[in-house]
């Protein structure tokens, strides 16, 4: 003990002159028990670490927003908590835009994408602001009632941290990739208390396209978030649905029906939600005028159906706890005569306008996921599909078994992640038995999205720019490979005034298989290739009055200083060529874009990757 209390303050004292930035003494001792520690365990350490803070934030957030929605359902009777609905929501946008422009310098990125982005290009390196931007914004949105939910926004926070985290000290690309998800998984198992689907979540949706073979960090996180939940949350707080029907195998197809609706249902929640994100764009540099406008439709949808207030949760466990006539009184329908096709009126609107509200607060300012309404609007279809079946006089229907796999249906469809979907709701309600029905409905869902569109449609664009990784392996290399490490600044080039004798000169001096013709300013003309002079490098025939304009071809294709790598791959291919130029916006040639180069930083990354 004592050698090791020396050894550490011999490395405090050299560490404490660390020319470039300053450590508290926490750090300097993590720092000090990494030189002691394997790479493993270290890794394992700073999962730890990071899932308790990502866990400990996700926390945080859910008793906070919960707080004040608590307040607003069970301690206002419904005549003033019908003024909430039409104040608060309003009130909520235009405080959280507020918040994004003036607090945090109009940084209005907010959903999983950012955080995509970050690991494809930026190395996995997050904004250290997103350890706390997404907290405070969140809170404000969804306490005051958008109807949004805070599983996003936690898993942004915990991918911030384990990003940061990573950075401080000192760790490589595929360590920081690492605790980055390590950091999400622990948020969604906080908010949850579902550790299985938090390291789903992470390899489904943000380890996409990326091979680890070390990924006990991750688990380790989610487990400490979990635990975490289940110490500080009580079972108000936390989704837990335990209460459920025995799964019967004669419902199979109950099910297979409820797998094609949610599927439906999944893609019509993705359409609505761009629609309305096309909608606002208009509005996009009228920050308070989209926020009052969006406020404003927000509250109205409130005050019509108030489970569309806050992420909806609360709604779930009063059906599941069979109180759907409770809902109706909460609401405006309480003055109509209680009856099946109120009630199935009801559900069936509250269920389509889901996504508008959704969509709406996303849109307008507000911030928040679509992970909880996606789980809410699947709980309340299954729950309308039950019921309609039970009008329809269909024998043994399992309404609350149906509710909860419609969650997971929807969930899988809209957000691309069947394995989350199943998973978090097997933990949630203790349901293993119903992974059956679990796995019909969310495959179904997942299966009918993919039709419509192979990639989610959150993240088509960036992926089609190559901006974020996919499944292709190969793809997610090349988007890191910058152009310019590809392009060679040093070709010799040919002036349209030389004579032809300096041009045969210049290929017989240089290896190059090709040169770039320009005029006067570099601008540029053709190329030259040694195929085409050959015939005048033998001897065959004459120079005389051959001038250089008349052998120079146009190339197949031209490369432009914004086009992606994978872009010119296809250039490359279509051409069959080995050199392309490329020229900047007034036709200036800056040198000549080599398909070698490419390949040999291919290689590289590629053997970067796989160690």
Request: with cysteine; aromatic share 12%; glycine share 8%.
């Amino acid at each position: 003990m004592k050698k090791l209390i020396v050894s550490f303050l011999q490395f405090k004292k050299a560490f404490v002159n660390y020319p470039f930035r300053k450590f508290n003494l926490v750090e300097i001792l993590l720092f000090w028990i990494r030189e002691k520690l394997t790479r493993s365990q270290f890794l394992i350490l700073s999962g730890i670490l990071v899932g308790l803070s990502a866990g400990f934030a996700g926390v945080v957030l859910k008793i906070l927003v919960h707080k004040i929605q608590s307040f607003v359902n069970n301690d206002l009777p419904f005549e003033e908590r019908i003024y909430v609905f039409a104040i608060a929501p309003l009130v909520g946008i235009i405080l959280t835009a507020l918040i994004v422009k003036y607090l945090f310098k109009g940084d209005e990125e907010k959903e999983l994408s950012v955080i995509l982005k970050d690991i494809s290009q930026k190395g996995s390196k997050v904004n250290p602001s997103k350890m706390y931007s997404q907290i405070v914004q969140s809170a404000v949105t969804v306490g005051f009632g958008g109807s949004v939910g805070l599983e996003t926004p936690i898993a942004v926070t915990g991918s911030a941290f384990g990003s940061n985290y990573a950075q401080r000290y000192r760790l490589g690309f595929k360590e920081r990739t690492l605790l980055l998800a390590s950091g999400a998984a622990a948020g969604i198992a906080a908010a949850f208390d579902a550790p299985i689907a938090g390291v789903m979540f992470a390899f489904e949706i943000l380890l996409v396209g990326l091979v680890f073979t070390d990924f006990i960090p991750l688990v380790i996180a989610a487990i400490c978030g979990s635990l975490l939940s289940t110490i500080i949350l009580n079972d108000d707080v936390l989704f837990n649905l335990p209460s459920r029907e025995i799964f019967n195998y004669g419902n199979i197809p109950y099910y297979i029906g409820l797998g094609l609706l949610t599927g439906l249902y999944a893609r019509y929640f993705i359409v609505v939600g761009q629609k309305v994100h096309h909608f606002f764009e208009r509005f996009k540099s009228k920050i308070l005028l989209r926020a009052i406008i969006g406020g404003t439709l927000l509250s109205l949808l409130c005050v019509a159906f108030p489970p569309l207030f806050g992420e909806g949760y609360l709604n779930i466990r009063i059906l599941h706890q069979g109180n759907i006539d409770h809902l109706i009184h909460e609401s405006l329908f309480r003055y109509f005569e209680t009856s099946q096709l109120v009630v199935l009126g009801f559900l069936g609107l509250t269920v389509l306008l889901k996504a508008f509200a959704t969509s709406i607060t996303l849109s307008s300012g507000g911030n928040g996921g679509n992970f909880a309404p996606s789980l809410v609007a699947g709980g309340l279809l299954g729950y309308f599909f039950g019921f309609a079946l039970e009008m329809m006089g269909m024998p043994n229907v399992p309404i609350t078994n149906l509710m909860l796999v419609g969650m997971a249906g929807v969930m899988s469809g809209a957000l691309y992640a069947p394995l989350t979907g199943i998973f978090l709701i097997a933990e949630t309600s203790s349901g293993y038995d119903l992974f059956i029905p679990l796995m019909i409905v969310s495959v179904m869902a997942y299966v009918i999205n993919r039709f419509f569109s192979p990639i989610n449609p959150a993240y088509k664009a960036l992926a089609d720019k190559g901006e974020i990784f996919t499944t292709r392996q190969d793809q997610n290399i090349l988007s890191h490979i910058a152009l310019r490490d590809c392009l060679n600044t040093s070709s010799l080039v040919i002036n349209t005034t030389d004579t032809m004798d300096v041009v045969m000169a210049k290929f017989r001096n240089s290896d190059q298989n090709t040169m770039a013709v320009v005029e006067a300013g570099n601008q540029f003309w053709g190329i030259l290739n040694r195929e085409r002079l050959r015939p005048y490098l033998l001897g065959k025939e004459s120079i005389v009055g051959i001038h250089v304009s008349d052998l120079s071809i146009n190339p197949s294709f031209i490369v432009s200083d914004t086009d992606t790598v994978m872009q010119v791959i296809k250039m490359f291919d279509e051409a069959d060529v080995w050199q392309l130029p490329m020229l900047d916006k007034e036709r200036r040639f800056h040198g000549f874009v080599s398909r070698s180069a490419i390949l040999n930083n291919y290689r590289k990354l590629l053997k970067e990757y796989s160690e």
